[in-house]
């Protein structure tokens, strides 16, 4: 039995938050063009279905990890746009105080635990996190995303091996886009099936439609009714496509113009949408007043960062140390 049932609130939400989620990025890949923002910084379009669907499905105290592509993420958990926008502005009004920029976006109280720029080093974190709440005796699950690429990395299987052993609650997450950061998932693996990595640990795994929300909703909420059950973790690889390239710097030459297309016609956004109307969740009048709340959401985020001041060069040596007046040698 479903624990998170979907109704019309669901999608009014799934389509407000995906639409978010969408027009931050746009607005974020204008600024990188106008050199307003600075450093790597990778993009969420297309992918929103993976997040919103997972989102339905937890409940309060369950947290979130994932790699540098972590925008969405935290919009979607309420970390405000405002802080997000000043973060990748490096501004001290920022949610990582202007020191994480766009690849390390962090908010211990909304439960978001990064943003991390090592691949693949999030994934025995994710398991860390779940161990945690496990030792203190809560219900909370840690969703753990990482990317087709981090899969590779050693560190996840001695993460899934002990998450196993332990019956931690994690929901291990892939979210494959099937292009790494430019090479495609078949040039780089024999068995292109990747949620079956799962099997060599006997953790219940599945492939995911990641470009449909009820599909993500579904799965993950069979995931997470298993690890907060003390059942353990599971392996899901949600299948799903960037509409940019891996990052503001990336052409993306190695694919078609007709496979984008093909993806693109799969929005989720537009999918919802679609619901909404046929269903009468709500009419195009209120489709148009999101349309204009968003807007409002991120002009009024560029206008924050904009305005917020850089940090003081004294803040270099804040937040490195729980001990306040650590003895640094700052000559």
Same mark, same amino acid.
């Given at each position: 039995?479903?624990?998170?049932?979907?109704?019309?609130?669901?999608?009014?939400?799934?389509?407000?938050?995906?639409?978010?989620?969408?027009?931050? @990025?746009?607005?974020?890949?204008?600024?990188?063009? +106008?050199?307003?923002?600075?450093?790597?910084?990778?993009?969420?379009?297309?992918? @929103?279905?993976?997040?919103?669907?997972?989102?339905?499905?937890?409940? +309060? /105290?369950?947290?979130?990890?994932?790699?540098?592509?972590?925008?969405?993420?935290?919009?979607?958990? #309420?970390?405000?746009?405002?802080?997000?926008? &000043?973060?990748?502005?490096?501004?001290?009004?920022?949610?990582?105080?202007?020191?994480?920029?766009?690849?390390?976006?962090?908010?211990?109280?909304?439960?978001?635990?990064?943003?991390?720029?090592?691949?693949? #080093? +999030?994934?025995?974190?994710?398991?860390?996190?779940?161990?945690?709440?496990?030792?203190?005796?809560?219900?909370?699950?840690?969703?753990?995303?990482?990317?087709?690429?981090?899969?590779?990395? /050693?560190?996840?299987?001695?993460?899934?091996?002990?998450?196993?052993?332990?019956?931690?609650?994690?929901?291990?997450?892939?979210?494959?886009?099937?292009?790494?950061?430019?090479?495609?998932?078949?040039?780089?693996?024999?068995?292109?099936?990747?949620?079956?990595?799962?099997?060599?640990?006997?953790?219940?795994?599945?492939?995911?439609? /990641?470009?449909?929300?009820?599909?993500?909703?579904?799965?993950?909420?069979?995931?997470? +009714?298993?690890?907060?059950?003390?059942?353990?973790?599971?392996?899901?690889?949600?299948?799903?496509?960037?509409?940019?390239?891996?990052?503001?710097?990336?052409?993306?030459?190695?694919?078609?113009?007709?496979?984008?297309? @093909?993806?693109?016609?799969?929005?989720?956004?537009?999918?919802?949408?679609?619901?909404?109307?046929?269903?009468?969740?709500?009419?195009? &009048?209120?489709?148009?007043?999101?349309? &204009?709340?968003?807007?409002?959401?991120?002009?009024?985020?560029?206008?924050?960062? @904009?305005?917020?001041?850089?940090?003081?060069?004294?803040?270099?040596?804040?937040?490195?140390?729980?001990?306040?007046?650590?003895?640094?040698?700052?000559?």
């Amino acid at each position: 039995m479903s624990a998170v049932e979907i109704n019309k609130d669901t999608y009014l939400k799934w389509f407000e938050s995906m639409l978010l989620m969408r027009k931050f @990025e746009e607005k974020t890949g204008q600024l990188y063009g +106008q050199q307003k923002i600075r450093g790597f910084c990778h993009l969420y379009i297309g992918q @929103e279905a993976v997040v919103a669907g997972a989102i339905s499905a937890m409940q +309060q /105290g369950d947290s979130m990890i994932t790699t540098y592509r972590d925008h969405a993420h935290a919009l979607a958990l #309420g970390v405000s746009a405002d802080s997000i926008m &000043a973060e990748m502005y490096g501004k001290v009004t920022g949610c990582s105080k202007g020191k994480g920029g766009s690849m390390h976006i962090f908010s211990k109280e909304h439960h978001f635990y990064g943003g991390h720029g090592i691949v693949g #080093g +999030q994934i025995p974190l994710g398991a860390g996190i779940a161990f945690a709440e496990k030792y203190k005796g809560t219900s909370n699950v840690n969703i753990c995303y990482m990317g087709d690429g981090a899969v590779r990395q /050693g560190a996840l299987n001695e993460a899934f091996n002990m998450a196993m052993l332990w019956k931690l609650p994690v929901v291990f997450v892939c979210e494959n886009n099937f292009y790494a950061m430019g090479t495609s998932v078949e040039r780089t693996t024999n068995m292109t099936d990747i949620y079956k990595i799962g099997l060599g640990f006997d953790m219940p795994c599945a492939p995911v439609d /990641g470009m449909d929300p009820v599909a993500v909703h579904n799965a993950m909420d069979e995931a997470i +009714q298993r690890a907060r059950s003390g059942e353990g973790p599971t392996f899901l690889e949600m299948r799903t496509y960037r509409y940019r390239g891996h990052s503001m710097s990336d052409p993306a030459k190695y694919r078609t113009k007709d496979e984008l297309e @093909e993806y693109k016609a799969q929005d989720p956004i537009e999918a919802v949408r679609e619901v909404v109307l046929k269903e009468k969740y709500a009419d195009q &009048a209120w489709i148009e007043e999101i349309e &204009a709340k968003v807007k409002d959401i991120v002009d009024q985020a560029v206008k924050f960062a @904009e305005e917020s001041p850089f940090p003081d060069a004294s803040e270099l040596f804040n937040d490195v140390y729980v001990q306040q007046d650590y003895p640094y040698v700052k000559d």
